[in-house]
């Protein structure tokens, strides 16, 4: 073995001369090793040879039966993995940089885009400036519909949608809270739980509305029992609640911070578990598009790191 310090001879060596050492490491059998890169096992040997002399180090016990890692081999392997994994990330973000650069078509439901868009758009619109973002707002079962026929490249929905085909990020878990209105008997309560909802005193979202049927399955109702007027948004039941006709189980997010308390509306929260729901972004596996639809989750997911 050369005696040559590791840092003047690192530039003798390849990105491929690495992968030749750490598939060996990973395989220790240098005709499977040879096999997976596709070289001959003498230009197998040869790499491995080559960093054991830049490293000065043996990396590996080698007899006829079989192939182990030295003591030194093992951190050696484990500073190349190291290193080809920053240089994988360098080769992902070249290729993101083209991403997310022209038209893109997102869904998203009325009970969710007014209050979820706002959190994300100014940033995406800053990391991607080449993006041509269309929203479309509509009903889960349009949306659905439009992932189907290709006509959208992704959606943000309420988790799962049960819909095969269908690739879905989790994004983040939202809470419920329960609007009163502040002469309410429960308006001065610091908490609820579901067991204190009356369904005579609930109002729900129209049909085709996923709140509707979250807000029934949290007050153990049914269709039948809950009030007849039915909102076709969250806003409308904010101002049915604010009217004193009844209770209505509001999202999070749509509630200004500051505003939990005041008004004619008084917002409760729940004794956990906190009924919620899983807000995520969905698209068709066979989308043209799933790169971009992948990068976009990606990035949602990062934006929204912690809160869920």
């Known amino acids: 073995m050369r005696s040559e310090s590791p840092?003047?001879?690192?530039?003798?060596?390849s990105i491929r001369d690495l992968r030749a050492v750490v598939t060996v490491a990973e395989r220790l059998h240098f005709g499977k090793a040879a096999e997976d890169l596709a070289i001959a096992q003498p230009s197998l040997s040869a790499a491995v040879k080559k960093v054991e002399e830049v490293f000065g180090e043996r990396l590996f016990e080698r007899t006829s039966r079989h192939v182990e890692l030295t003591p030194a081999g093992q951190?050696?392997?484990q500073r190349i993995r190291s290193v080809l994994e920053e240089l994988a990330e360098v080769e992902r973000w070249g290729?993101?940089?083209?991403?997310?650069?022209?038209?893109?078509r997102l869904g998203l439901v009325p009970t969710i885009g007014p209050y979820y868009a706002p959190r994300f758009l100014s940033a995406l619109r800053e990391r991607y400036p080449?993006?041509?973002?269309?929203l479309t707002e509509a009903l889960t079962e349009t949306l659905l519909q439009m992932l189907r026929h290709r006509s959208l490249d992704a959606a943000v929905l309420c988790l799962p949608t049960g819909e095969p085909g269908l690739i879905e990020t989790p994004l983040l878990r939202e809470r419920f809270l329960l609007a009163v209105p502040s002469h309410h008997p429960l308006a001065t309560a610091s908490e609820v739980s579901p067991g204190q909802l009356e369904p005579r005193e609930m109002l729900v979202m129209e049909r085709?509305?996923?709140l509707r049927e979250q807000a029934l399955e949290t007050c153990g109702a049914t269709a039948d029992s809950v009030l007849p007027a039915q909102a076709t948004s969250v806003e409308t039941l904010r101002h049915l609640v604010a009217a004193g006709n009844g209770c209505a189980l509001i999202p999070e997010m749509a509630v200004p911070a500051g505003l939990e308390n005041a008004g004619q509306v008084r917002y409760l929260t729940f004794s956990e578990p906190s009924p919620g729901r899983t807000i995520g972004l969905v698209f068709h596996e066979r989308c043209p598009r799933i790169d971009n639809a992948s990068e976009l989750a990606r990035f949602l997911k990062e934006t929204l790191q912690g809160e869920i």
């Open 7 to 13: 840092i003047d001879g690192l530039d003798s060596l």
């Open 130 to 134: 080449q993006l041509e973002l269309v």
């Open 95 to 104: 290729l993101r940089k083209d991403l997310l650069s022209s038209r893109f």
């Open 208 to 210: 085709g509305h996923c």
């Open 75 to 77: 951190r050696v392997v």
